[in-house]
């Protein structure tokens, strides 16, 4: 029986980064305690300090994942990753956040189980993932994810009372985010053509409803006269 390969898969960054900011939150613990049980926390604007250009992922990927349990009511978030996006549209060079948003705490706790959620979901994406066609995450092809990227935010910003609707948009949001961090151009291009399909789809789908009330109308109106 031939022996097991000891080489371990490759992390994403993104997983890695999360495990960092957990790391780092630990390790501040007694000057962050308030008292006995106080949580450990990183605030989102150390987050955003501490990973600098990288922080455009960072941040849109932890958003769209903290934006999971609130199905629904993801509005805050959805536009908080729009008003990210747009930085990235106009070439800042790391996210800019109100300080009501910088001042946010997420627990220790939280980072592990975001961790542990992005590990599971993204097993087969680290085996996958790597840099190529690196152009295509940098220049004007960056200000092009940040439009994809604003799309995304608001359609997430968007209370649809459809169960289960905030995945339609934070999918492509961790992925863009998990392609720009890795320099991975392919996985982006997949991602366009998710945004792509997404806008058809809407296009679509509001044609149906506008022909739809129309037909109504008009039988309204053929009952009143």
Not at 68 to 88: C, D, E, R
Not at 188 to 194: A, S
Request: hydrophobic letters at 50%; glycine letters at 8%; one cysteine or more.
């Amino acid at each position: 029986m031939p022996p097991r390969s000891s080489q371990r898969t490759p992390q994403l960054q993104l997983s890695a980064i999360l495990s960092q900011l957990r790391r780092v939150a630990e390790a501040n613990a007694p000057v962050r305690s308030t008292g006995a049980g106080a949580p450990v926390t990183v605030t989102v604007g150390e987050i955003a300090d501490r990973t600098g250009q990288a922080g455009f992922g960072v941040i849109n990927a932890l958003l769209a994942l903290v934006a999971i349990p609130f199905m629904g009511v993801s509005t805050p978030f959805g536009l908080t990753i729009a008003l990210v996006a747009l930085q990235m549209i106009v070439g800042l060079h790391r996210p800019w956040l109100p300080q009501r948003i910088r001042r946010h705490a997420v627990s220790v706790k939280t980072l592990e189980w975001l961790g542990t959620r992005l590990a599971r979901w993204t097993g087969g994406l680290e085996r996958i993932v790597r840099p190529r066609l690196p152009l295509l995450t940098r220049g004007p092809f960056w200000t092009l994810c940040g439009v994809a990227i604003l799309v995304q935010g608001l359609g997430l910003a968007l209370p649809l009372p459809i169960p289960a609707s905030n995945w339609f948009f934070i999918v492509p949001i961790v992925l863009y985010s998990i392609g720009l961090l890795e320099s991975d151009g392919l996985l982006i291009v997949v991602c366009h053509v998710l945004t792509a399909t997404q806008a058809a789809l809407v296009i679509v789908f509001w044609e149906v409803v506008a022909a739809g009330l129309h037909a109504t109308f008009q039988w309204f109106a053929h009952l009143a006269g």
